[in-house]
C-alpha cells in the first residue's frame, strides 16, 4: 500500500480512507496517482492488496475511524484511603509509568524497515504495442540479512525505477530488484550504494506465533511521511487466496490496522523478529480491522529458492482436482476401509508430472507420509488442521514426493516429481510485454487474467464472456506451450468490411490445422501461400481474406494507426 504522489499540472486526489477500494487495473491519464491495490471481488466482500499508492476512485465520502488499541498513559486510578481519624480521603494516584522493554525491543527492527518509492510503466493489454503512462508510488519494505530488502511483489510490479529510503534519512537510493515471486506477493531488493547499509541492524525471523500472539506492523501508510506503527495479535492461520498471485498458500490473519501503503512491511512479534509480511486487507462494510500477513514459511521458502536456484522458480503444486470422501456410501463405492481415509482425483492436468502415474478415481491416502483426512486436511499444530495444499507448498520445483493412493482395493505408492502450475489462461506474464499479431486489421493476442481485466475492469469475473470464463475457471492446458488465441479487435480498413463486430473470439484453427498458440497461427500465416486465409472461430464463424491483399493492406493499416510493427518481439525469433 503506499501513498499518493502529486502529479505534475494536477491537483491531488483525496484519498477514500473508509472504503480503500483499490483497481488492479491502471490508471488512466487522469488518474493523480496509482494504487498498486488490487481488489478482487469475492460476493460482498473485497479482498484487499496492502498495496502502494492512492485509491483510484473511492465510493463514497471519507470517513476516518480512530481506534485506540493501548491503554492511554493519561489514564489514572482512583482510591479511597481512610484516614487515622475515620474519615475517608478521595486520593488520585498516577499509573505505574508504562514498560518500554517491548518498545526497546521494537527499535532496532523499526530503523530496518524503509520506504520504497517505485514509478511504474504499466502494458497496455488492450493495444498490446504501447503501454500505459508511467505514475508512481509508495509503500514499505524491510532490510534483512546479505545486503537486500524485503517487499511486496505488487509494489513494484512492471517497475522502471525503484529507490529506498531509510528512517530519519533525506537520501533516496537507487535500488536493483533481484527476484519477484507473483504468487506468494514478494520482491527481492539490493542496493549498491554501501551508505545505504551504514548503521543497520537487519531484521531478524521469528518462529511461526500461536493464536493470539501480539503483532506489530511497521510502516509507511497513506496518512503522513513518518513511520507508523498498529498493534494487534494473530487471529486466524489458514490457506489464503493471494489476491495479488491468484494463488492459495499459507497466510496469518490479524486485526492491526493495514492500509495502503503498508504494503511489503514487517509484521514484528513481542521479541522484535518478524513473523510476517503486511500485504493484504478486507474491505467490507460488515467487517473491521481485518489485515492479512504473508508467514515466515513462505518468506523463507521465497529466500531460500532465491539462493537455491539464483532466481525465483515459484511454488509447486500437486496438479490434481480432488473431491472430498466424507460420504460413507461414496466410500463403500470406492472400497474404502473403515480405517482409510483420502481425497478422490477428478481430473489430472495433463501438463503435470504426476499425469503419467495418477489416474482419476484415485484415492490420495497420504503425502510424504502424512495421511490425509476425508475433507482433504491435514495435522497443523496441536489442535489445528490444515488443507494438504500446505504440505505440497513447503517442497521446491523439482523435489519430489511419495503419495499413496488407493486403487482398485490396492494400496499404491509413487515418486512424483513436483513443477509449477501450467495454466492455460495466465494469471501473470513475469514481466514480459504482451504478445500480439495483426493481418488485414485482425489483432491476435492470448489472453491472460490481466488482458481480461484490461477488458473488461475488476470485475471481470461477472462481465467478461461465458465462454472465455468458463476456459479460465476450468479449462486445462493440454501443452506447456498452449495458448487461448482470440481476436482482440479488428482495425477497420476496406479489407475486413463485415468484421467490425468480431471481439474477443477465440480462433480454433487456420486453413484447417489447429490454433495452437498465438506464435504458431503467426508462422502459419506468414508463411502462407494458399489464395485465402480461413480463420474458423468459435461460434462456427469464419473469416476469409485473400492473402495477397490482406498482407498488402496490413502495412497501411499499421500505419495509420502509428503501430511499429505488425507482430510483437517475441514472435519474430
Same mark, same amino acid.
Given at each position: 500500500?503506499?501513498?499518493? $504522489? ?7 486526489? &483525496? ?8 483497481? +488492479? ?5 487522469? #488518474?493523480? #496517482? ?7 471481488? /469475492? ?25 485506540? &488499541? ?25 499509573? /505505574? ?24 510503466? =504499466? ?18 519494505? +524491510? ?20 529507490? %529506498? ?11 536493483? @530488484? ?13 542496493? !549498491? ?10 531484521? =531478524? ?5 500461536? %493464536? ?5 506492523? @511497521? ?26 498471485? !491468484? ?6 490473519? *490479524? ?59 515459484? +511454488? ?37 508430472? =504426476? ?53 482398485? !482395493?490396492?494400496?499404491? =505408492? ?24 495483426? *493481418? ?84 502459419? @500465416? ?21 492473402? $495477397? ?25
Amino acid at each position: 500500500m503506499e501513498e499518493p $504522489k502529486r502529479k505534475r499540472g494536477r491537483k491531488p486526489k &483525496v484519498p477514500n480512507a473508509e472504503s480503500m477500494e483499490f483497481q +488492479f487495473t491502471n490508471p488512466g491519464p487522469s #488518474t493523480a #496517482t496509482a494504487a498498486a491495490n488490487d481488489v478482487v471481488s /469475492a460476493s460482498a466482500a473485497e479482498l484487499t492488496e496492502g498495496s502502494p499508492s492512492l485509491p483510484r476512485r473511492g465510493r463514497g465520502r471519507p470517513r476516518k475511524i480512530v481506534k485506540h &488499541v493501548e491503554k492511554s498513559p493519561e489514564r489514572r486510578s482512583s482510591r479511597f484511603l481512610e484516614s487515622s481519624n475515620g474519615d475517608a480521603k478521595h486520593v488520585v494516584v498516577p499509573d /505505574a509509568p508504562p514498560s518500554w522493554e517491548s518498545v526497546a525491543r521494537l527499535v532496532p527492527s523499526m530503523d530496518a524497515v524503509v520506504k520504497v518509492f517505485c514509478v511504474h510503466t =504499466e502494458p497496455n493489454f488492450s493495444l498490446p504495442w504501447q503501454r500505459k503512462r508511467q505514475y508512481s508510488s509508495s509503500s514499505s519494505g +524491510f532490510i534483512i540479512g546479505g545486503r537486500r530488502v524485503l517487499t511486496n511483489a505488487h509494489s513494484v510490479e512492471h517497475h522502471t525505477q525503484v529507490k %529506498l529510503k531509510k528512517r530519519g534519512s533525506d537520501t533516496k537510493y537507487l535500488a536493483t @530488484v533481484l527476484a519477484i515471486g507473483t504468487e506468494c506477493d514478494i520482491a527481492m531488493l539490493t542496493v !549498491s550504494d554501501d551508505e545505504f547499509w551504514e548503521g543497520v541492524k537487519p531484521v =531478524e525471523f521469528g518462529d511461526l506465533p500461536a %493464536l493470539q500472539d501480539a503483532v506489530t506492523v @511497521v510502516g509507511y501508510p497513506i496518512g503522513g511521511d513518518t513511520i507508523s506503527v498498529t498493534s494487534g495479535v494473530v487471529s486466524r492461520m489458514e490457506i489464503l487466496s493471494y489476491v495479488h498471485g !491468484s494463488t492459495e498458500l499459507l497466510g496469518l490473519q *490479524i486485526d492491526a490496522a493495514i492500509n495502503s501503503g503498508n504494503s511489503g512491511g514487517p509484521a514484528i512479534n513481542d521479541k522484535g523478529k518478524c513473523v510476517g509480511i503486511a500485504f493484504q486487507s478486507l474491505k467490507h462494510e460488515d467487517v473491521e480491522n481485518i489485515g492479512y500477513v504473508i508467514p515466515t514459511p513462505v518468506i523463507m521458502h521465497f529466500i531460500q529458492d532465491y539462493e537455491k536456484n539464483g532466481a525465483y522458480t515459484g +511454488f509447486p503444486i500437486l496438479g490434481v482436482e480432488w473431491q472430498k470422501m466424507e460420504n460413507p456410501d461414496l466410500r463403500m463405492l470406492m472400497g474404502m476401509k473403515p480405517d482409510q481415509k483420502g481425497v478422490r482425483i477428478r481430473r489430472i492436468e495433463p501438463t503435470a508430472p =504426476e499425469s503419467n502415474v495418477l489416474k482419476p478415481s484415485d484415492v490420495i491416502l497420504s503425502f510424504d507420509g502424512v495421511n490425509i483426512a476425508n475433507d482433504g486436511t491435514v495435522p497443523f499444530r496441536h489442535g489445528e488442521r490444515i488443507g494438504f495444499s500446505y504440505l505440497v507448498s513447503q517442497k521446491y520445483t523439482g523435489d519430489t514426493a511419495v503419495v499413496k493412493v488407493h486403487r482398485n !482395493s490396492k494400496i499404491l =505408492e509413487f515418486s512424483i516429481k513436483l513443477a509449477t502450475h501450467k495454466r492455460l489462461i495466465p494469471a501473470h506474464i513475469k514481466g514480459r510485454p504482451p504478445s500480439y499479431y495483426i *493481418i488485414g486489421g485482425f489483432v491476435f493476442t492470448a489472453v491472460s487474467v490481466l488482458y481480461l481485466r484490461s477488458e473488461y475492469g475488476k470485475d471481470y469475473e461477472f462481465d467478461a464472456p461465458v465462454k472465455l470464463l468458463d476456459k479460465h475457471l476450468h479449462s486445462m492446458a493440454q501443452s506447456v506451450d498452449e495458448q487461448l488465441v482470440v481476436v482482440a479487435q479488428v482495425l477497420v480498413a476496406d479489407i475486413n468490411i463485415g468484421y467490425e463486430e468480431i471481439v474477443n473470439t477465440q480462433v480454433l484453427s487456420f486453413n484447417g490445422k489447429p490454433v495452437k498458440n498465438l506464435k504458431g497461427l503467426a508462422a502459419m @500465416v506468414e508463411s502462407c501461400d494458399d489464395e485465402f486465409l480461413k480463420f474458423e472461430l468459435e461460434y462456427q464463424q469464419i473469416v476469409v481474406l485473400q492473402t $495477397k491483399t490482406a498482407k498488402a493492406a496490413t502495412l497501411d493499416i499499421l500505419t495509420t494507426h502509428c503501430i511499429p510493427s505488425a507482430m510483437s518481439d517475441d514472435l519474430k525469433t
